[in-house]
């Protein structure tokens, strides 16, 4: 791997990660149009901690007190039903769906989970289930034609039962394609849970299981041939410095606007990627074979 392929799959990275359209879909993708070699699954763990430690630092305030409200539920220093306290033990539920299937699938996830054909399926698939559940939520906060509003549920309201459902939706993401904001943004919405908390809460959600499946990973950074530490290390630091960026406008964007533009660019993406792969363009294992 070229440091220019480094840079710029770093740059995809940061760019798509916290977005409902699958950064795992678009590292390879990209490496697909450009010729370049699939970067793998571990080369897409690992710059994700890049990602991750952009989240621990734009939510370290949320982060520091569930952390140290769960530390003193164990003490008996915090009652469990705090919400904080209460937060910590729900992330720790929500990531065990996504280790389990992780861990399970880990071959499958590595190998023929990276078909483009089911990639573009699933950039589809997800697309319309996203679809659905904003308009579920928008309908939910103007009322619609001669219906009162229905309140939507905030994070303190986030239950074991709901917590494992966010879980679930997660671990579904580790199909290229699917996107781990977007699956668990759309579970959250379809719940009834408002846009900031279903975002807010993936993104806390999201941490464990990332930062593990990374460091799970760093053993096969070397291998193959094609990615080596220099380049995935560098790549990492770019996703972190864009993946804050997007962040920051991220949250602000879904407090005022629709997911919308994000499911007519995954439905575009995914019919264009079957007409590509249809007329043999592009081949559904384009740079696998080499590594």
């Known amino acids: 791997m070229s440091w220019l392929e480094s840079f710029i799959l770093g740059l995809v990275q ?13 590292l390879r993708l990209t490496a697909a149009f450009a010729g370049w070699h699939d970067p793998g699954a571990a080369f897409t763990a690992i710059t994700q901690i890049g990602t991750e430690a952009a989240v621990l ?24 039903s705090d919400h904080d306290a209460k937060m910590g033990w729900l992330v720790i539920v929500g990531s065990i769906p996504i280790g389990v299937l992780g861990v399970t699938f880990k071959d499958q996830i590595e190998g023929p989970f990276r078909d483009l054909r089911l990639i573009a399926t699933t950039l589809i698939v997800m697309g319309v289930v996203l679809g659905i559940a904003d308009r579920l939520a928008a309908r939910d906060e103007t009322g619609g034609r001669h219906r009162a509003v229905r309140e939507r549920k905030g994070l303190k309201e986030l239950g074991v039962r709901d917590g494992l459902i966010y879980g679930v939706c997660q671990a579904m ?29 993936s993104f806390l959600l999201a941490i464990p299981a990332v930062l593990a499946s990374g460091v799970f990973e760093l053993k096969d950074a070397g291998e193959g041939g094609h990615v080596s530490w ?7 630091i770019v996703a972190f410095v864009v993946g ?5 406008w991220f ?6 606007k629709s997911f919308m533009p994000f499911v007519y660019y995954r439905i575009l993406l995914g019919i264009v990627l079957f007409i590509l792969v249809g007329a043999g363009t592009l081949s559904p294992h384009a740079g696998e074979s080499a590594g």
């Open 57 to 80: 630092i734009y939510f370290r305030k949320d982060i520091g007190r569930i952390v140290s409200a769960w530390f003193g539920s164990l003490f008996g220093k915090v009652p469990r």
């Open 14 to 26: 940061g760019l798509t990660e916290f977005l409902p359209i699958s950064s795992s879909a678009h």
């Open 244 to 248: 804050y960026a997007v962040i920051a």
């Open 251 to 256: 949250m602000k964007f879904i407090t005022t």
């Open 230 to 236: 220099g380049p995935t290390i560098f790549a990492t």
């Open 173 to 201: 993401a580790l199909i290229p394609g699917v996107s781990r904001s977007g699956a668990t943004i759309s579970g959250g919405l379809l719940m009834g849970y408002t846009r900031e908390a279903a975002a807010r809460y």
